[in-house]
Structures are given as C-alpha cells and as structure tokens.
C-alpha cells in the first residue's frame, strides 16, 4: 500500500486458534507491524499497558471472553473507542454481522475470504486511519496558519485527494500537496504544462475525444483512468473534474480531483480471475470451461463445423494423494496440466479447463476429423502415462478419456458434458489408461444404471435379495469345512441380475450399506444354523465393499453384537477384503479390521496375485487367507507361470503362518497341481456351483464329512 504515514500500520490480532494467527502472521508482517493477543483477556491488558495499534483484527468465537464483549468494553472505553475494530469470523450469518457493527465495529470478514481480499480490506482501513491521521495533521497546521491563509487554500491543500488546476489553455496552475505524494510531480514539474504529461498511453485517442466531449458539454467528466507516475510506475486513479465559469460563461478553471485505486483495481482483477480461473492450475474453471463451450458450439451451429469436447480424469490419482499427501497430489495436478496444455498448444482455439479434482476437459472446435481428435486423446494418454517427478520421488498415474462431438451426439453444453463423462467411464471399466468415443448405447446404459439404482433401494425391502453359498473344500481331508456367501438379485422386470453390474451401483448410490447388513444378518443366522447341525468348526465367509469401512461406512459394533446373540464364536465367520481396503491409509479402516480381529473373526484377502500384491500389506495387517484368483487356476498347467506364481503364494503365505484358498476350480488336473503345491483349500465348479441355502444343506447333509474330492 502506499503509506500515508512514515511508519507501517500497526495491527493487534485477537485470536485464541494459534494456527490462524500463525496463518495471519506470515500474510501479514511483511506490509504490517503485528502484535498479538491469544484472548480478550490479554488484548485489554495490552491496551490498558499503553499499546496503541492502529487497527484491531478481533475473532467472534473466544472462550474466555468472545469479541462482542471484547468490542464492547473497547467502545466504552474513552482511550480505545476509535481504534477500529475488524471483526474476524468462521461464521457466516446476518444476524452476527448486523449485531457485529452495531457495536461499532467497522467490518466484518470471514475466515474463508481469500487472503488477498483480507489483506486489501486490512490496507483500506489501514489507509483510512492513516489518512484520518495525516488529515488531523494537516489540519492542526492550517489551524495554526488560518489567519495567512484563504478557506480555499487550505481545503486544496488539506485533502487527501489529489488536485490540479487547469486553465482555460489546457495549463497546470497549481496542484495539491496529496497530488505531489501520488503523482511524484512537484509543483514546478508540472506548473504551466499541458497534462497529458502524466498520460500512460493506456488509452487511445477516442478515450480523450470523449472526455472532452463530455466537458464542452456539461462541465465535468467522471471515471477511471490509468496515469504514470514521475518515477515510471502506472497506477489507476478514480479522477472528477469540474469547469469553473467567469461571469462571462467562459471557462475559468478545471479543477481535477482524484484518488488512487490502484490496489482496488487489483483485487478485483484477482476477484476476476479467481472467478474464471483454477487457482491451481491456472487453467479455465468450470465456469469459465461452460462459457467456452456454449461459444464455440454457437459458432459451430452457425457456421454449420462441430466441436470435439475430451473428458479427462486421471487414474490413480487417489493413491497418490493417500500415499504420498495432497501437497504433492497438488503438484502432480500441475504438471499434469502442463502436459495436457502442451499436447494441444499449437492452436490458439482449443481451451484446456480443470473441473475440478484429477479432472480436466478439452474443447477442440473446427477438427477435420475424428482421427485428428483421436490423435490428441492418444498424445494427452501417452504424455500423462509418462512418470510425475514428485520430489525425491516417482508418481504414476495414466488417463482415462470421454469424447463426444457437437452436434453429433448433443445439441446443448449440458447434454455434451453428461455424453463425455458416460464415455470416460466407459474407458474406465474398459481397463483405464484409454479413450471411448460416445455412443447411443452408453446413454441406454447410463439410463439402466439409473434404473438398476432406484430398484436396489428397495430390493432388501421387496425380498429379491438371495444368498447362494459355495463350498470350501480342505485339500488334505477333502472336507467341506467352509463356505463362501454369494449374493444373488432376482428382479420381477429385470431378472437375474450380475453382481458384476449391480455391486459397484450399490456402492455409488450407498445401497451397499444397507445390504451389506442384510448379507451379515442372512450369513449369519445361517451359520448358526449349519453350527448346531453340521459341527462348530463350520465357518461362512462374506465379502465387504471397500465402502462399507470408509468415511459415512458402518459402525461394525452391532454386527459383533449380533454375533453374540446368536451365540456364534466369531471364528465362524470371516470377512473377504480386497487389496483396495488396504491401500486407504484411514486409520479408521485399520480400527475396524482390528474390532473384527479382536472377536475372532478371520480375515481372507481377496483376489490374490491381482492387483499389487504388497507384502507390506501382510505384515501391517493381521490376515488369515489368502484367495488365489481364479485367473491364476484357469492358466495352470505344470510348467505355466500361473504355477509358478501360485507355488511361491503357497510357500511365502505358509511361511507368514498364512492359510491359502484358491478360486475357481473346475478340472481334476487342477486340483492335483494344487494338492502338490500344497494349497489349503479350494473351491469351484469341480465340486460345486453355488447354491441356494437348502440345497447347499442337503449337499453338507450328503457329504456327513467324509472325503468329497480326489
């Protein structure tokens, strides 16, 4: 700011949260001279001990005395009451603020107010006092000097705007003392000359035609102009002049006044941008993105071109920001917005936006032709599949891409944005690292999903719902000792519908939290049933969705409850959990799986050999079983990687005190294989498909725990 007095302004914070005055600080005492007080209490004492700031930055929300009262005493207080007092506030209400000012408070800011906009309003207020004070200043002089001079000399001199008479030939008379501090200028600088002398060069020679025009006609003109101080510096004044007529109706004086909004111009070009542009990134938001493309479909639609709109979300992006923290996750979003420009920087038409999140958008008006935009997805996959630089460190992510093209495919910016997220999804469940070009069959599928998550809402309620179970045979007795429960949907309109396709929906709309509980009850009880008929070493194990242990998942304390009142061990039920569990660092996800650990029940990770496989994993959490997937079994033959691999499972799970399962068996030689290796347990068609309850009882009837395999 441009100072007023020939000392920083002095600014008391007032706040009891040690963070936000450490956050205030480090704004602040660059440009300010800062004391704090970390209560009412201690602010009083330090005013009553003679501190004198200028402004007082004051937080509502104190425990010991809240800022009312603080302001309050302040304001009654004859050696405070002018200080002013800025209050400063996580609320947000009305009532609080209009109450804020009554007591004589001069503003009212809220924490989440940007720190740049907290610091121009601090500097307005601070200029204000300063001015105030250079003003009693200057007016104890003139008091003092009031018999040597005019009433008009000394408001001329005295204000703290700028002022520069001009005669009637367009020539400096005289300016004021507040015009020598802005300008730099003195008197005889500028006295006798025309004063286009200040002129930036900001504005042409029409800006100048109508300002004139508006003085020949009225008298005064009225606006903002950008100026250039004596040292260089361009600055934006608020600039009023005025015509002064002899008693012949000619032209006496012009006399211009004006203010320095330099700064205020800034804010709300900081204001304008922040409107428009992704902090971060600096690339176009999502308001900005909306504008874009409503004008580039416009222009399309008139000069009968398209527009190739490409959704971009990134792959693995979560992981990263789990593992490695959002500081860095941050840095891996601007780089990768730096690629993604790169890919297309050639054209000055086509705009790169952030959404917001790992997304990002491009929109690509007058392509010749599709090729030319599968080029440019291609080019954005291959350069954002390349590693991130992190620090010491090497981050991974690759890209999934949506395209959809106006008008082709949507004649409206909504109905194109909706078009490129279905395909994006769709290059998602095709494997990721990929892009798909929208077509009418993903609508038709987006409009089943939808209708598939309105019917899972009620299908607990409406009694679709089935458990099926598998049998899990012991290798070495050829036992049916456990079982694996599977869920079934059976729909009056839809049929037999996949768990493949209705648990990830499940999971997106939170049904999964209902019906996970419905799985534990049904699972449960079912237990119960088989341990009182069938042997107490019989054990049910369910798969639980990631999303059941995260953030607005299930406090798994009632099922352990109902453990109990069905009287069942908890080592009669174990719970199958993926990799990706394990990968959220959520310690509330380690405390869940502990609970369940600490009544017995067992834990089987899923899908084995998979995903990443971590023995980090293994060691930091407690697990029972480790599930070969079935892609492993379908490949083995004696000589196959796939046993190769299944073979070192088996040796390094033994070795950990592991127990191992493996999926999808169907042919005797797999089983043999198996048996060699040394695996536990299997399951899969060469026993059993899975059934309903009662022919799965028959099945355990039937077996009486007598060997059932080869």
């Known amino acids: 700011m441009n100072e007023t007095d020939d000392r920083q302004a002095r600014i008391l914070i007032v706040d009891d949260a040690l963070a936000n005055v450490g956050l205030l600080l480090d704004a602040l005492e660059p440009e300010f001279d800062v004391q704090c007080a970390t209560s009412g209490t201690e602010a009083l004492f330090l005013l009553e001990a003679g501190a004198q700031p200028d402004l007082i930055l004051l937080d509502v929300a104190m425990p010991d005395m809240d800022g009312?009262?603080?302001?309050?005493?302040?304001?009654?207080?004859?050696?405070?009451?002018?200080?002013?007092?800025?209050?400063?506030?996580?609320?947000?209400?009305?009532?609080?603020?209009?109450?804020?000012?009554?007591?004589?408070?001069?503003?009212?800011?809220?924490?989440?107010?940007?720190?740049?906009?907290?610091?121009?309003?601090?500097?307005?207020?601070?200029?204000?006092?300063?001015?105030?004070?250079?003003?009693?200043?200057?007016?104890?002089?003139?008091?003092?000097?009031?018999?040597?001079?005019?009433?008009?000399?000394?408001?001329?001199?005295?204000?703290?705007e700028g002022m520069l008479l001009v005669n009637a030939d367009n020539r400096i008379v005289a300016v004021n003392p507040a015009f020598v501090a802005l300008t730099g200028y003195g008197p005889e600088d500028v006295v006798g000359k025309d004063p286009k002398l200040l002129q930036s060069g900001r504005h042409g020679p029409a800006f100048y035609q109508a300002m004139w025009a508006a003085l020949e006609a009225t008298g005064t003109w009225r606006g903002e102009i950008w100026n250039r101080r004596r040292n260089g510096e361009e600055y934006a004044e608020h600039l009023t002049i005025n015509t002064i007529y002899d008693e012949a109706g000619k032209v006496h004086l012009r006399v211009a006044l004006f203010s320095d909004i330099t700064e205020k111009k800034a804010s709300e070009a900081l204001i304008e941008f922040q409107s428009c542009y992704d902090a971060l990134t600096r690339l176009p938001n999502r308001r900005l993105f909306a504008e874009r493309l409503a004008l580039a479909s416009e222009r399309a639609h008139r000069d009968r071109g398209r527009v190739a709109l490409l959704y971009i979300d990134l792959d693995h992006f979560k992981e990263v920001n789990d593992t490695l923290g959002h500081h860095q996750g941050d840095a891996l979003l601007v780089q990768a917005a730096h690629r993604v420009r790169r890919c297309v920087r050639e054209s000055e038409t086509v705009t790169v936006a952030r959404l917001g999140g790992d997304e990002f958008t491009v929109i690509v008006p007058d392509f010749e032709g599709m090729d030319e935009v599968e080029r440019l997805a291609r080019a954005i996959i291959d350069s954002l599949s390349e590693p991130f630089r992190l620090g010491d460190q090497l981050a991974h992510v690759s890209a999934s891409i949506g395209i959809t093209v106006f008008p082709d495919d949507a004649a409206d910016t909504d109905g194109l944005l909706r078009n490129a997220d279905q395909a994006m999804y769709a290059a998602k469940r095709a494997g990721r690292n990929g892009y798909q070009a929208f077509n009418p069959e993903m609508q038709r599928a987006m409009s089943m999903r939808v209708r598939l998550s309105q019917a899972l809402r009620d299908a607990v309620q409406a009694g679709q719902l089935r458990l099926h179970y598998q049998p899990i045979v012991e290798l070495a007795s050829g036992r049916v000792c456990k079982a694996e429960a599977l869920l079934r949907w059976e729909h009056p309109e839809f049929g037999e519908v996949s768990p493949a396709a209705f648990i990830p929906i499940a999971e997106d709309c939170g049904s999964i939290h209902c019906i996970g509980d419905w799985v534990f009850e049904r699972a449960a009880c079912q237990a119960a049933r088989w341990r009182s008929r069938f042997g107490t070493d019989f054990q049910v194990s369910i798969n639980v969705s990631p999303r059941q242990f995260q953030a607005g998942g299930r406090d798994f304390g009632r099922w352990l409850e109902r453990l109990g009142e069905l009287g069942l061990d908890g080592s009669m039920l174990a719970l199958e959990i993926t990799e990706t569990l394990l990968m959220d660092t959520d310690q509330a996800i380690a405390d869940k799986l502990a609970q369940f650990r600490a009544a017995g029940v067992q834990i089987a990770l899923d899908d084995f050999g998979t995903g990443y496989s971590s023995l980090a994993y293994l060691k930091e959490f407690r697990i029972d079983y480790l599930k070969i997937d079935r892609t492993f079994v379908r490949d083995m033959t004696p000589d196959s990687k796939s046993f190769l691999l299944s073979e070192a499972i088996v040796t390094m799970a033994h070795r950990l005190g592991l127990k191992v399962i493996a999926e999808g068996v169907e042919t005797p030689q797999q089983y043999a294989l198996l048996e060699r290796i040394g695996c536990d347990y299997f399951q899969g068609y060469l026993f059993s498909r899975p059934l309903p309850e009662d022919a799965f009882e028959g099945l355990l009837r039937s077996a009486s725990c007598e060997a059932v395999c080869p």
Do not use: W
């Open 68 to 160: 009312f009262e603080v302001c309050r005493r302040l304001k009654a207080d004859g050696r405070t009451r002018d200080i002013p007092v800025i209050f400063l506030t996580a609320e947000d209400g009305e009532h609080d603020e209009t109450f804020g000012l009554a007591l004589g408070a001069v503003d009212y800011i809220a924490k989440s107010s940007p720190m740049a906009i907290v610091k121009a309003r601090l500097r307005n207020h601070a200029r204000l006092v300063m001015q105030e004070r250079r003003l009693q200043r200057e007016i104890a002089e003139h008091k003092a000097a009031r018999e040597q001079l005019q009433v008009a000399g000394m408001v001329f001199s005295a204000s703290s």
